[in-house]
Structure formats: C-alpha cells, structure tokens
C-alpha cells in the first residue's frame, strides 16, 4: 500500500486489484485509473475487463484508456526512436 502511494506503478496496479477482488469497485477502478494514466497497460485492460462485466462505466474504460495513451505518447523522444531503429 505505501509503495502504491509513493507512485509505484505495478503496487498501485495490485492494490486496484485486490480492492476489485474484496468487492470495493469503486476504490479499484480508482487505483486502476491512476496505474492506467502512469502508462500501465495491464490496469487499463483490468478495467476493460471490469466495463465488459457491467463492473466499470464505460466513461471509466475511456478514460483509462486515454489516461495511458496520454501517458505513452509523453514517454515518446525522437532519440528512443532513433535508438529502437538503430537496435533492429
């Protein structure tokens, strides 16, 4: 719980979870949506997951899924490119 509150990614992924399995939806998704919006795509398939069993709106899929997309296209450089290019 404390490595989720101090911004760890996957600890706040796994909290999510556990809230979702202890039946605290609301609590997961929202643990969910923070992971999704760091650029962690296993929550935003959580909570897809979550949507497609009538557990999540569908207003909290999307913005999980463009929280993540926002945060993949921040972690983007011209140089990662260039070295993802040179690397092949």
């Known amino acids: 719980k404390k490595a989720a509150m101090q911004g760890h990614v996957e600890s706040r992924n796994n909290l999510g979870c556990s809230e979702v399995e202890k ?8 643990h969910l949506l923070i ?23 569908k207003a909290q899929y999307a913005e ?8 993949v296209e921040k972690m983007k450089s011209h140089d990662r490119d260039v070295a993802e ?3 092949q």
């Open 23 to 30: 039946g605290n939806n609301n609590r997961g998704v929202r």
């Open 35 to 57: 992971s999704a919006q760091m650029g962690y795509k296993d929550s935003v398939e959580a909570i897809k997951r979550m949507f497609m069993d009538g557990n999540a709106t």
């Open 64 to 71: 999980a899924l463009k929280g993540y997309q926002d945060a």
């Open 85 to 87: 290019r040179f690397g």
